[in-house]
């Protein structure tokens, strides 16, 4: 049974273990950035399918990314725009994302803030993590502390009194390429945007 206290999780977070909290869409596998490849193993997920840069604030995506003034302003009006929330960008990285968060590409990064307290709780003290939804790849995202604990019996999950309702959708996935946004996966939100 990995199921432990809110303090317990962040503390396996900030000790290098994967954890599993609700999001605003559904429930995510997380690790410190660096350790990445732990839940490509966990998930049996291909290489070509990066992870996600999860920040309790939009101020903290900024050091994460790279880009001209223009295009910083433009994603920064997108980010106040849709986040928090259930929009997912994908910008080019800066050095300090470990390419193992995007094996294939390392050259981008998709970023996103939930939009549920609890999860902004746990990223604040933990800081930015790598994630991905809850499930072996392929495979529908488990919205449930039990089915977690099942197919990940090594995860930390939160007690059962933390167990929200998540909406159960992904996130919309939109990337930044040659000056336009680009959707690459029509999730929760719909995303408009005139430049």
Do not use: C, H
Request: hydrophobic content about 40%.
């Amino acid at each position: 049974m990995t199921q432990v206290t809110l303090e317990t999780l962040i503390q396996g977070a900030l000790a290098g273990k994967i954890i599993s909290f609700p999001t605003d869409t559904v429930p995510a596998l997380a690790v410190k950035p660096e350790l990445a490849e732990l839940i490509f193993q966990a998930k049996q997920r291909r290489q070509d399918k990066p992870l996600i840069l999860m920040t309790a604030t939009i101020a903290e995506i900024w050091d994460y990314v790279v880009g001209s003034p223009t295009e910083l302003e433009i994603w920064q009006q997108v980010a106040a725009k849709y986040l928090p929330g259930a929009l997912t960008l994908v910008l080019p990285s800066s050095p300090r994302v470990p390419a193992t968060m995007n094996p294939q590409e390392p050259t981008t990064i998709g970023v996103r803030v939930p939009n549920l307290e609890l999860a902004q709780t746990i990223l604040q003290q933990t800081g930015p993590l790598a994630t991905t939804s809850a499930n072996l790849s392929g495979q529908p995202p488990l919205m449930t502390i039990p089915e977690i604990n099942a197919q990940f019996p090594q995860v930390l999950t939160l007690t059962p009194d933390f167990d929200t309702v998540s909406i159960g959708k992904p996130s919309t996935v939109i990337k930044w390429d040659n000056g336009q946004w680009q959707i690459l996966r029509q999730g929760s939100i719909e995303f408009n945007w005139e430049l």
